[in-house]
């Protein structure tokens, strides 16, 4: 259940847990759909112990597959849907990202690497200005309503936790950026810091994407991502 008032705000911030890490060379925001392909045995171990066990697993960037090397702060995240299709190109599971958080310990005494976590949501005071988010939110309407016709929804909305952070988190899991850049957007500590940081990529990337739509010829069928 999502607390939706400020001492549950500070309840998630306070939790920790042990959870499997799937390390990823992509960024996952919160409220954001992922795939998950079981190309090692370490990999279909830890979704099989998060399909029995109902548990979570924590999708965390690595930036160089080979020296394992593993970012500070990734995306909690519950499995939607499990997929069989192995070797046929089809992703092993889908799991849609939650919450926040930050790297406490890593365990390897597991056939999959797991972490300690602490969940971290987005600080919210100071309260970012209202001409700030209604600018996010005017910028992503834009953004999702240019992109409709030629990409898939990718988003759950509807898990994220209510506050003024969610408009930047759906903006900064849209934005076509490097992993680097996406990895530095989901470190900003602040609601506030994101939603700035978000617009300056928006300020480029609506305007583009707008010449985009008007050049597509025939729109792909497929629903509609809900800012509701």
Same mark, same amino acid.
């Given at each position: 259940?999502?607390?939706? @008032?400020?001492?549950?705000?500070?309840?998630?911030?306070?939790?920790?847990?042990?959870? +499997?890490?799937?390390?990823?060379?992509?960024?996952?925001?919160?409220?954001?759909?992922? +795939?998950?392909? !079981?190309?090692?045995?370490?990999?279909?171990?830890?979704?099989?112990?998060?399909?029995?066990?109902?548990?979570?697993?924590?999708?965390?960037?690595?930036? @160089?597959?080979?020296?394992?090397?593993?970012?500070?702060?990734?995306?909690?995240?519950? $499995?939607?849907? @499990?997929?069989?299709?192995?070797?046929?190109?089809?992703?092993?599971?889908?799991?849609?990202?939650?919450?926040?958080?930050?790297?406490?310990?890593?365990?390897?005494?597991?056939?999959?690497?797991?972490?300690?976590?602490?969940?971290?949501?987005?600080?919210?005071?100071?309260?970012?200005?209202?001409? $700030? *988010?209604?600018?996010?939110?005017?910028?992503?309407?834009?953004?999702?309503? !240019?992109? !409709?016709?030629?990409?898939?929804? !990718?988003?759950?909305?509807?898990? =994220?936790? +209510?506050?003024?952070?969610?408009?930047? *988190?759906?903006?900064?899991?849209?934005?076509?950026?490097?992993?680097?850049?996406?990895?530095?957007?989901?470190?900003?500590?602040?609601?506030?810091? =994101?939603?700035?940081? /978000?617009?300056?990529?928006?300020?480029?990337?609506?305007? $583009?994407?707008?010449?985009?739509?008007?050049?597509? +010829?025939?729109?792909?069928?497929?629903?509609? /991502?809900?800012?509701?």
């Amino acid at each position: 259940m999502i607390c939706q @008032d400020r001492q549950g705000d500070y309840n998630i911030a306070m939790k920790t847990l042990r959870i +499997p890490i799937y390390p990823s060379q992509e960024i996952v925001f919160p409220g954001q759909l992922f +795939p998950i392909f !079981a190309e090692t045995q370490g990999v279909d171990w830890l979704l099989r112990v998060c399909r029995e066990q109902r548990q979570p697993l924590g999708v965390v960037w690595v930036s @160089d597959v080979t020296c394992g090397v593993v970012a500070n702060v990734g995306t909690l995240a519950y $499995l939607l849907d @499990d997929m069989p299709g192995r070797g046929h190109g089809l992703a092993n599971a889908l799991v849609v990202g939650q919450y926040r958080f930050q790297m406490l310990q890593i365990h390897q005494d597991q056939i999959y690497l797991e972490a300690t976590v602490q969940l971290w949501p987005w600080v919210e005071e100071p309260r970012p200005a209202w001409t $700030l *988010v209604e600018q996010m939110g005017q910028y992503l309407r834009r953004y999702v309503e !240019a992109l !409709a016709s030629v990409w898939p929804a !990718a988003l759950l909305p509807e898990v =994220l936790h +209510p506050g003024v952070s969610t408009l930047g *988190v759906l903006g900064a899991a849209l934005l076509p950026l490097a992993a680097e850049k996406k990895q530095r957007l989901l470190e900003i500590p602040t609601a506030q810091g =994101l939603l700035s940081a /978000v617009i300056d990529y928006m300020r480029l990337y609506v305007p $583009l994407a707008e010449r985009l739509a008007t050049m597509s +010829p025939e729109p792909m069928l497929h629903e509609r /991502v809900s800012l509701n």
